[in-house]
């Protein structure tokens, strides 16, 4: 049979279509969706009282992932648990493939077995070199190590072979239907009813030797494909003879790894079992937008007699208030709404990593979350809170002025300097240092009111505060301000110091400050970079003039002019902090990388983090100098709003 005349373009694969009804037996509610923007809490299932946020493998010890295991647990013809983590390398992870992440490494460490990172590079368009590094960079900063690491490319030949065994079995052949074809064949219009295309019964030979000239070049993109001989009779639209290999354009775009050797390239649904099977992988763990696929996955490892893995399906994790697709963050950044991928407003996770996001607290995230056959919706707040929950306890403490207002103790000598002890941390492990209290020290701006009023506390004319952690607390006696703006630019103070005989005067609220003393290089000045929602709502792709009409103008704000106390260098010397980020996976480097103690050369900037007191959490920002620090706010405090 000859090759008609015309063009073959490949449908997009149908992932979402609903499966046939099928009457099954009733199962429990799963409200696991529904509560996933609620705090963590202590779960039953076989562990009742056990803290979830306590336990990092609390997901593979009871409900979906502990089944999973059951069905398939260590045997004779299942000696290992293996598993595989295959992304495609067209672009950065952004927060949901955390959740694959901590599952596929997870899974085969909790039960001895081992993890493969494999790239699923059979499409040359969009792959390149830097997200091959990216990808495997924040898997071992998550704090995993694969076994090793692997590429779809690499059993090409193998494929290859497999396809024209898949031929001769009579389980494939080339067509040369055009899309429109293709589509009417499926049923588009014809209400329904489906039927073979004229290819599908050509002799076995004259399909291999269609094949080999795919291989060879005689085609080009589009004219001809080589598709499975499934079951047009099932209800499941992936057993509608899916494409197998399809012939691509080397003009346009060649392959990252094999260059121009290859004129066909394997599909999805051809590559990704038998990779799994060539393998070795005992689970198989997807998102359940592959839950049809499952039956065209074991279809082909029975059809060519291979080893067939056990393919189960969990619920995907996403994130609500921002944009995870490709297409539209490259929109974002081209058109300088973002700086780059790793925008600390974006939810890539080299953006979140960049914003200060500790990996271990990324991963009890999706533990909190557990996993489930259920799509999960979170609220960003949501993976802020546990951020901040793992900070709170897990960082040093330091003294952060974001807008520095000039305050002058008028009854202090000039020359005045008293070193004050500050604690790290109320836990007293972390050690203290100490901090120059001097004439002039800078609060925040927002400290100070011209005009009191009996529900503030802070400082104004006539009212005492402590300065946290200075001997004595000062009274505001008056103020200046700039002639131009009538803005406040200093305020006068007087020490309360207890003079004998006089009533002591005290505090009703602290507030924190740095002092000024060049000889102790105080304050050190820094830009901080505050971040909002990007957007304004939670599902901005709904917005009717598209996502972009949704930005948050007021989603970053810069303070140029911030000071930092003295003890940021011991928290840079002594980085990363926290200390025990990588207890949660127990393999990959993480962010700890061997020094020698207070080499800081050695520690990635994300890795130094603290607490401003009273500001909020912080790190340093990737485009941080020695003499130009530059820091971003991880999340505020969780009580900062609002405070008087």
Not at 210 to 228: N, S, T, V
Not at 444 to 459: A, C, I, N, Q, T
Not at 612 to 630: E, L
């Amino acid at each position: 049979m000859s090759a008609p005349t015309g063009t073959t373009e490949l449908p997009e694969r149908p992932k979402e279509a609903k499966p046939p009804k099928k009457k099954t037996a009733k199962q429990p509610k799963d409200n696991s969706a529904k509560n996933a923007n609620k705090g963590p809490k202590k779960q039953a299932g076989g562990a009742a009282g056990v803290d979830v946020t306590q336990d990092p493998e609390f997901m593979f010890k009871v409900g979906f992932l502990a089944d999973v295991y059951q069905e398939r647990p260590i045997s004779d013809k299942i000696p290992k648990v293996i598993t595989r983590f295959p992304p495609e390398p067209n672009g950065f992870l952004h927060i949901g493939h955390s959740k694959a992440i901590a599952v596929n490494f997870g899974f085969a460490r909790y039960h001895g077995g081992s993890c493969i990172l494999r790239f699923d590079d059979t499409n040359p368009e969009g792959e390149e070199e830097k997200y091959y590094k990216a990808i495997e960079d924040i898997i071992h900063w998550l704090g995993f190590k694969p076994i090793r690491v692997t590429a779809a490319s690499d059993n090409f030949e193998k494929l290859y072979q497999l396809a024209e065994d898949l031929i001769r079995r009579d389980g494939a052949y080339v067509c040369h239907c055009t899309k429109a074809e293709i589509k009417v064949q499926r049923g588009e219009g014809t209400g329904g009813e489906r039927f073979p295309c004229t290819h599908r019964s050509r002799p076995i030979e004259e399909s291999l030797t269609e094949f080999r000239a795919m291989r060879d070049g005689k085609y080009k993109p589009g004219e001809a494909a080589l598709r499975m001989k499934q079951d047009l009779e099932n209800p499941n639209p992936q057993m509608w003879d899916l494409f197998a290999w399809r012939i691509l354009d080397h003009e346009h775009k060649a392959h990252f790894r094999t260059g121009s050797n290859w004129k066909v390239y394997p599909t999805y649904d051809f590559a990704h079992p038998l990779c799994d099977s060539i393998e070795d992988i005992s689970h198989s763990l997807c998102t359940t937008e592959f839950e049809l696929s499952r039956e065209s996955y074991e279809w082909l490892c029975d059809k060519l007699d291979v080893y067939k893995p056990m393919q189960r399906e969990y619920g995907r994790l996403n994130i609500t208030g921002t944009v995870l697709s490709k297409r539209k963050i490259i929109e974002l950044v081209k058109k300088g709404y973002v700086r780059d991928w790793d925008d600390p407003r974006l939810y890539t996770l080299i953006a979140l990593r960049r914003r200060g996001f500790p990996p271990g607290a990324i991963l009890s995230f999706v533990n909190q979350l557990g996993v489930t056959k259920a799509k999960i919706n979170v609220q960003v707040v949501k993976l802020e809170q546990t951020v901040r929950q793992y900070l709170e306890t897990t960082v040093p403490r330091l003294m952060v002025v974001l807008e520095p207002l000039k305050v002058i103790i008028d009854d202090l000598p000039d020359d005045f300097v008293e070193m004050v002890e500050v604690p790290f941390s109320k836990d007293p492990s972390f050690g203290s240092r100490k901090v120059p209290f001097t004439k002039v020290v800078y609060i925040e701006k927002s400290d100070f009111r011209e005009v009191d009023s009996p529900d503030y506390f802070r400082l104004a004319p006539g009212k005492t505060v402590g300065l946290m952690k200075a001997p004595h607390p000062i009274t505001a006696t008056s103020f200046e301000k700039d002639p131009e703006t009538g803005e406040i630019i200093c305020v006068h103070a007087k020490y309360e110091k207890p003079v004998e005989g006089l009533p002591v005067k005290k505090a009703k609220t602290y507030i924190h400050w740095v002092g000024e003393s060049p000889a102790h290089s105080s304050p050190k000045r820094a830009e901080v970079r505050a971040f909002n929602q990007l957007f304004k709502s939670d599902d901005p792709s709904a917005h009717p003039d598209g996502f972009l009409a949704d930005i948050n103008p007021d989603s970053e704000q810069i303070f140029t002019n911030a000071f930092i106390e003295t003890g940021f260098d011991e928290v840079c010397r002594s980085a990363p902090w926290p200390k025990e980020q990588n207890k949660e996976s127990g393999e990959g480097e993480g962010e700890t990388k061997a020094k020698e103690d207070g080499d800081a050369s050695m520690v990635e900037p994300y890795s130094i983090r603290f607490q401003g007191m009273r500001m909020g959490y912080f790190t340093v920002d990737t485009d941080s100098k020695p003499d130009a620090i530059v820091l971003n706010r991880i999340v505020t405090l969780k009580d900062s709003a609002g405070k008087s």
